[in-house]
């Protein structure tokens, strides 16, 4: 049964730091692509940052520069550092691959505000 479960979220200020760690079971976690993903209120789920097994990144446009994304094959586990956080960083942040092909976890709520 695959399980993703998102955790590390919380209350930031702006320009305040967050890691958020993403554990996995249930898949051949080393083969595939990963990404976390977003959705703010009201908005679509977007992809904000993928990484391949080797460990190649890319990153939406509006993280690039801040946010960083790194995984641990052996664990299993993936992570999101999040840096320089604004207001529209807020959301429900997901991971699963890249397409998304499982389904979703309950997701890990960022809020950035003064």
């Known amino acids: 049964q695959v399980q993703l479960v998102e955790s590390g979220g919380g209350l930031v200020q702006p320009g305040g730091s967050l890691r958020l760690s993403c554990a996995t079971s249930?898949?051949?976690?080393?083969?595939?692509?990963m990404g976390w993903y977003r959705q703010g209120p009201g908005k679509q789920r977007e992809l904000v940052a993928a990484?391949?097994?080797?460990?190649?990144?890319t990153y939406a446009d509006s993280v690039k520069g801040r946010f960083t994304i790194s995984r641990d094959n052996a664990r299993r586990t993936m992570s999101l550092q999040m840096n320089s956080l604004k207001p529209e960083d807020t959301a429900v942040y997901y991971c699963?691959?890249?397409?998304?092909?499982?389904?979703w976890g309950q997701g890990t709520q960022v809020t950035v505000s003064s």
């Open positions: 699963n691959g890249r397409p998304s092909f499982w389904p």
């Open positions: 249930g898949i051949s976690f080393t083969i595939y692509e």
């Open positions: 990484i391949t097994g080797g460990g190649g990144t």
